[in-house]
Structures are given as C-alpha cells and as structure tokens.
C-alpha cells in the first residue's frame, strides 16, 4: 500500500473528508435503514485515514491523536451494538479532540514547511473542512446536552443529525446562513457567531501566509549578494 508523504498525504485526507460529507448526505436523502451504524462506520474510515494520512507529520502529539482515534474506534463499535443515552456526548466529546489534534497537525504541515505545493493548498482546504466538522460537533454536543438548541433538526440521534448540523456549519462558516436551521439557544448563538468570525479570520490569514510563504521564496538569499 502506497505510503503517504508530505508530497501528498493531504490528497488522501481531503478526499477521506468528502467522502465523509458526501455519503452522510447520501444516507439523510435515501433515509435507509441502519444509517445510524452506516455514519458510525464512515466516521471510522475517516478516524483511520486521518490518521494514516497525517502519519509524516511526526510531532510529540501524534500519540495522544492516536490514542483518542483508538478511543473514537471503540465507542463507535459499543454505539452499533448497545443502545445508551451516555454513549452520545462521549463519541461527540472524542471526536472534537480528535479533529482538533488533527486540525493542529495539519496547520503544522500547511504553514511550516515553507514552500507552497498542491499538496499544502490541499492541505488548507482539508483545515477548512476540518473547521466546519469541529463547529458541527460541537452544534450536536450542545443539542445532546440540551435538546432543542438547534431548530429544523428532526433525527432522532446524532447520528441522523450529523448531515444537518455539517451543512449548517458550513454554510455558516462561509456566512451564507440560509436560515433553514438555526440556532435558538444562547450557547448554539455564541457557537454560529464565533464560527462565522472564525471562518473569515482563518480565510484572512491563510490568503496572508500563503502570500508570504511565496514571497520568502522567491527573495533573493542575502548572502549570494556581491559584496561592494
């Protein structure tokens, strides 16, 4: 099996995220039955190739990720077999760390390898993607807590949840905010609006870095300077 790089292996993440969205989206439209254990599934598959992918990034928190990818594999596998209401914040919880460490992993990559490549402008939609899944995660540990706090959701589990609280984070990381679901809980309020200033500030300073990032190298080295 071909190992990923730091040439390539945000190829494989971006497309593990997609496919993620896209099949979630898939199982809400045809409504089947057991889309709760698909989605579980789906998650893991993203889980290991997040893993398997961001494996060049060799820094002191890659084995804490890997611990919680362990922990987010084992609770995924209890939720298809046994039916409980504290399983639920605990999968939620688990995967929030984990994005997050995988966020932190990829902007490690992304902004300190100092060369722009197609590899590192896939790397910064993956972050992006990886941004809108965290507010999403975070959007259905609140409605977990507290019932309610996003209107126009109608699963009966997160996991029925998950393609509405993905599109609703997204939409309102871009600011689009088409107003078909939203938030009506003062916690779920303070979440849309943060992820909105989050999404401009993070699109603000990648376009600067990566601006910087090709201007450092292109500037002549001021060593081969002949000296007068």
Known sequence: MHKPSRKDNF????AALVALEFFNALFSQLNLRGAKILVNISLVVMVVISVWSLQPVQTKWFGPKIFVALVVICLMAADSYFVSDTLAPLQLG???????????????????TGEITTNTIFG????????????GFAYLMVE?????SLAGLRGNNWQEDLQ?????SMVTLTTLG????TPVAPVTRFLAYMEAVFGVF?????????????????????SKKPER
């Open 11 to 14: 190829i494989w993440l971006l």
């Open 144 to 148: 977990a807590i507290l019932p309610g």
């Open 94 to 112: 688990t995967l929030f760390v984990f994005i997050c460490f995988t966020i932190y992993l990829a902007w490690q990559q992304v902004m300190f």
């Open 124 to 135: 910064s939609i993956c972050i992006y993607i990886l941004i809108g899944l965290l507010f």
């Open 164 to 168: 509405g609280t993905i599109y609703y």
């Open 202 to 222: 993070y699109t603000t300073v990648l376009v600067a870095s990566l601006i910087g990032l090709r201007l450092s190298a292109h500037r002549p080295d001021d």
């Open 178 to 181: 088409y107003g078909d679901i």
